[in-house]
């Protein structure tokens, strides 16, 4: 049997409020952006182009939130109904519990303490929700780590302040984050900000409740390519947001270059400035060099509070989080810096690796890489917030699912984790994404399952609901239970 990870290693998984708890309209809750997420099916895919992740599914024009609020019915909305976490919380909680979890990751719904954003009085019945919430999963021993946005401003103050583009809801999150961190002080340890923070370059819209002018093209892959001020000016208010003693969290893009030709790997180099730039503002509370020519040659000028640039480096974070899910390739694209694509997917597909159903990459070496260069760059402890296979399951006759795929995945990605420990990278905890079947957040299908636990429910909402345990649910048990050791798929299911 392989080494252990290190003693008190927090195993567990990983969630986000908007695609797991429904109750859209419940307890208080006012409607939020990612309400007004719509389905993106294949087949809509297939016909309307070649849609990414995060990019244009979610509504980003004023008339198509018009349209969804006075046509719901034409609408397939299925964040607002999630996997009904909102009421099932008890039993989701046991299943995690019996896995042995000892981390839960998991977002607070904003718009359920504050329903319009801003109110100056939290919503009593939303606060005693997540005290439950908190509640049970200390029952079990498990510890929440909480991120406060996750891709679901509150929707009055996208519509009315065009969300992060303003400081007036710097003013309103900053309320919100001490009304949640002081009344859970005794239950939460660990905070994250916001969600993938860099994710404002191409979902503006549901991550940072920015509504850009005009309407979006429909035929194109990512219609919000630019609005550059506007977006680096949601960010550093975000940044301002965040300056606080916790934890960031990045969507990390580790880039090859396709050739060896040096133009390439000077693209390569471009592209991780746009990546890295987001986690070296949080981590070292100043704003890099590299940043100023793409600002100055693209017009965009940060409006600064007077104190902005203390408050970032007063609250530079104390441990790096990341979302990890595949590497991408990159071709020269010529000079001056060239504008980041801000698509999740890359046009170059890597031949030598093999793809999920959705296209992405699968690249556990990708995963060692990545975390070495990281601690290089920053030496802070990570916490790896999300990693996981989205793909269709198919139960057999008795509603069993052998996902020896998921289950691969998993092997493979903790081994090259384990391989990063043992080159020296302080890594204190793995959630894997979507330990529950739940809505995806770039296409809102359901279809596209990340669960170790099956949820009987299409992307339609057609289902009893049921949770039932996959083969990989027993795989991650008996992997927490050896701490990482025992990585042998020699389960009978
Ligand atoms: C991350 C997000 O980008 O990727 C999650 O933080 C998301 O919210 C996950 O669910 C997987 O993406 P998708 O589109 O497959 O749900």
Redesign the pocket.
Known sequence: MAKAFPEGFLWGGST?AN?IEGAWNEGGRGPATSDFARLITKEIRDTEGPFD??VPHNAASKEMVEDMKAHPENWELPKRRGIDFYHTYKEDIALFAEMGFKVFRMSISWSRIFPNGDDLVPNEEGLKFYDAVFDELHKYGIEPLVTLS??DTPLHLAEVYGGFASRHTVDAFARYAETVIRRYKDKVKYWLTF??IN?VLSNPFTSSGVILPGAPEPNSCNPYLEHWQLKFQAVHNQFVASAAKMGNML?RLENYAESSKPEDQLQVMFEDHFNWFFTDVQATGEYPYYMQRFFDENGIKIEMGPDDLKLLKEGAVDFITI?Y?MTYIMRYKGNPVPKPTGRLLSDIKNPHLPKSD?GWVIDPIGFRITLNRIYDRYHKPIFIS?N?L?AVDHPDAQGRIEDDYRIDYMRAHVEQLREAIADGVDVFGYAW??PID?V????SEMT?R?GMIYVDQDDYGHGTGKRSKKKSFYYYKKLIASNGADLENNITY
């Open positions: 986000a695609q992740a995060h996750h891709f969600n993938e994710n969507c979302s899910y959705w999300e996981g989205g994404w979507g739940l995806s957040s770039g296409t596209k990340y």
